[in-house]
Structures are given as structure tokens and as C-alpha cells.
């Protein structure tokens, strides 16, 4: 850039900050602006897996985007450098009844990949704790993970130490900008000058932290859970509700989750837990909206449904291309704001 553009960033999610971190630091001058405290918005309640395979093997939305999705995970080796984290490498488990492992055997190998099969012991090396009752499971490496608090954190410190400004307060417009990102998830504030948000749907979720021992395993994958480490026990999840966009905690999908996590881990039945839920905003066609909007000026990235935290720096470069006048990459037309017609 011959001048630093003034660029507005609305909202401070994963996208959002991932995006304005990509922005800073190819040379814009970018505000971020976001109503909400700190940790406190759907980003820092998911799990933070970047999680190709299993998310194209296990979400009927996610099955056909599989090069999208692991061409987006390969981009975090570089976003680990710059702000300084750890990305988990240690891979999934998935584990469950031989109906479920031959679902999940065949789904990996139609990826053109090959699952290493686990034997009892080995699975309990890798995820102590375990159930007696699975025998054997399937591995694979491809599937990574971060902390989502710490790396918010650390895209933030980064931003700041990069020059970007945060204002704790939501956008009205482009505030003095001469464009505007709109990263909010499912605010719908902004839809006069970005119709395209009408598109989005939310979809409620729930996620439990089990006090306990911490667990320091890889992350399992059951049917109807999924675990990982967490400093305080361990992180279960999660409830998908499409449609609510409530915050209010449900104590029978708790308890749901609750008994799904037991059948993978017993010391879950009975521990005690804290829920927190997030509400994620969607597409029709479960892929992010990402790029320019219907009016001069507006771009969008938004609408990852449960895969925001994976698709974070694929988002980021395709906006920033957009500003740079760059090259926008092969995936920018599948999530093109435009693909679903004006409204």
C-alpha cells in the first residue's frame, strides 16, 4: 500500500481479530469495535478446533468443503508464529460403537486419507481416562486445536502492538473509515448497509468445563461429544440448536451432553461443570460469507456456523486481498457474499 487505508473493524471474534491483525500488518490503519467484554463472545466459548477431517466426515455441512477447510488449517503454522501460541498437533480420537468407527473409517478414507487404528492401550496412553468399555479407535493427526481465550488474547496483543485500536462499543457505520469489515457473528445491526446479513440463521450451543483432574490427552470424538484438554479438567461438547438465539442454559441438553461425555469419560457423571453458551451465526450453505458486500465499501466476514476459529486466516487474507487489491486465493468465490442474490 503507497498509504496506510483507515479500515473499520466490526466485531472482535475470531475472524474479526484475525482479520484486523492481517490488515495492520499489511500496512491499514485499523479501528476494531466491539460492544462486548472480553471473552465473552461465541469465539471464546468454542472449543477451538481445527479440525478438517472430522468436521468433513462428521457434519453433513462441512462434507463437501474438505480442500477448503484443510487449506485454511494449513494457514495456521504462520498465524502461530506471528502472535506467538501453541497449536495443539497431538491429532483426534475418534471412539464410539463399531457401526459409528466403520462410518467414521469409510468418511476418512473417501478424504483420501488413512486412519491409524487404536488398540486399548495405546488409546489409553493417548487419552487417559478413557472408558473400558472401547477397545479399539481411530486416530488421525490431521486434526488440530488451540485454546480459544488464550489465542483471543494473543491476537488482540498482537493488534495492539501492531497498531491496531480497539473501541468497547459496537459500530454504527464506518466510523470515520473508509471501509468497513463487518465480523459480527449474528448482529444484525448492521444489515442497512449490508443486506447480505439477512442470509445469516443463528445456532445455539452449549459446552461444558468438567472440574476434575486436568486432562491433558488428545481430543476424543464420540457420538453425541466430544472432548479436550482443559487446564481446570476437561472441555465437553457440544449442543447444536438451529434457529435459538438465546443465551438462557438448558438444563436437559445438559444433561444430555453430560451423558454422552460419561459414556467417553466416566469421571464426567457427576462432576461438577460450568456451562456457558454461544450463539453462531450460519449460512444456507454452512460456509462464511467472506468479501465484497452490495455497497461500496462494505465487506464481509461472517456466518462460519462451527467452523470459525479453522477458517480464521483463510477469512483474513481473502479481506485483506480484497483491500490490497491482491490476489484473493481459489476458495474466495465459494464463499462470495454474492452466491446467495441480493436482497
Known amino acids: 500500500m503507497n498509504r496506510k487505508p483507515r479500515i473499520t473493524v466490526a466485531g472482535a471474534g475470531a475472524l474479526g481479530l484475525t482479520t484486523a491483525l492481517a490488515l495492520a500488518d499489511a500496512g491499514a490503519q485499523v479501528a476494531v469495535y466491539d460492544p462486548s467484554p472480553e471473552g465473552t463472545n461465541a469465539s471464546a466459548v468454542a472449543a477451538g478446533m481445527l479440525a478438517p477431517v472430522f468436521e468433513a466426515v462428521l457434519d453433513a455441512a462441512a462434507a463437501p468443503h474438505f480442500s477448503l477447510l484443510?487449506?485454511?488449517?494449513?494457514?495456521?503454522?504462520?498465524?502461530?508464529?506471528?502472535?506467538?501460541?501453541?497449536?495443539?498437533?497431538?491429532?483426534a480420537l475418534a471412539v464410539g460403537e463399531a457401526d459409528f468407527l466403520h462410518r467414521v473409517d469409510a468418511g476418512v478414507r473417501r478424504l483420501g486419507l488413512h486412519p491409524t487404528e487404536m488398540p486399548r492401550q495405546a488409546?489409553?496412553?493417548?487419552?487417559?481416562?478413557?472408558?473400558?468399555?472401547?477397545?479399539?479407535?481411530?486416530?488421525?493427526?490431521?486434526?488440530?486445536?488451540?485454546?480459544?481465550?488464550?489465542?483471543?488474547?494473543?491476537?488482540?496483543?498482537?493488534?495492539?502492538?501492531?497498531?491496531?485500536?480497539?473501541?468497547?462499543?459496537?459500530?454504527?457505520?464506518?466510523?470515520?473509515?473508509?471501509?468497513?469489515?463487518?465480523?459480527?457473528?449474528?448482529?444484525?445491526?448492521?444489515?442497512?448497509?449490508?443486506?447480505?446479513?439477512?442470509?445469516?440463521?443463528?445456532?445455539?450451543?452449549?459446552?461444558?468445563?468438567?472440574?476434575?483432574?486436568?486432562?491433558?490427552?488428545?481430543?476424543?470424538?464420540?457420538?453425541?461429544?466430544?472432548?479436550?484438554?482443559?487446564?481446570?479438567?476437561?472441555?465437553?461438547?457440544?449442543?447444536?440448536?438451529?434457529?435459538?438465539?438465546?443465551?438462557?442454559?438448558?438444563?436437559?441438553?445438559?444433561?444430555?451432553?453430560?451423558?454422552a461425555g460419561a459414556k467417553l469419560f466416566p469421571a464426567v457423571a457427576g462432576a461438577q461443570v460450568v456451562t456457558r453458551t454461544g450463539v453462531r451465526a450460519a449460512t444456507p450453505d454452512g460456509l462464511p460469507m467472506v468479501g465484497r458486500g452490495r455497497h461500496h465499501g462494505v465487506l464481509l466476514a461472517v456466518g462460519a456456523r462451527r467452523n470459525g476459529w479453522l477458517l480464521a486466516p483463510l477469512v483474513a487474507r481473502i479481506i485483506t486481498a480484497c483491500v490490497t487489491e491482491g490476489d484473493v486465493g481459489p476458495y474466495a468465490a465459494r464463499l462470495d457474499p454474492g452466491r446467495f442474490g441480493n436482497i
Do not use: C, N
Open 123 to 259: 488409546m489409553v496412553d493417548l487419552a487417559p481416562g478413557l472408558a473400558p468399555d472401547w477397545g479399539h479407535g481411530l486416530l488421525t493427526r490431521e486434526d488440530w486445536r488451540i485454546d480459544a481465550a488464550a489465542t483471543l488474547a494473543a491476537l488482540r496483543a498482537a493488534g495492539e502492538a501492531a497498531g491496531v485500536t480497539f473501541h468497547p462499543r459496537a459500530a454504527d457505520g464506518f466510523e470515520g473509515g473508509e471501509r468497513l469489515v463487518i465480523a459480527t457473528g449474528m448482529g444484525r445491526e448492521l444489515g442497512v448497509i449490508a443486506p447480505s446479513l439477512a442470509r445469516l440463521s443463528p445456532i445455539k450451543g452449549h459446552i461444558l468445563r468438567v472440574a476434575g483432574p486436568a486432562y491433558d490427552g488428545v481430543v476424543v470424538r464420540g457420538e453425541g461429544a466430544y472432548v479436550t484438554a482443559d487446564a481446570g479438567g476437561m472441555t465437553l461438547g457440544a449442543t447444536m440448536q438451529a434457529g435459538a438465539e438465546d443465551l438462557a442454559v438448558e438444563p436437559d441438553r445438559v444433561a444430555a451432553l453430560m451423558a
Open 70 to 91: 484443510l487449506a485454511a488449517r494449513d494457514l495456521w503454522p504462520a498465524l502461530e508464529a506471528r502472535i506467538g501460541i501453541t497449536v495443539d498437533r497431538a491429532g
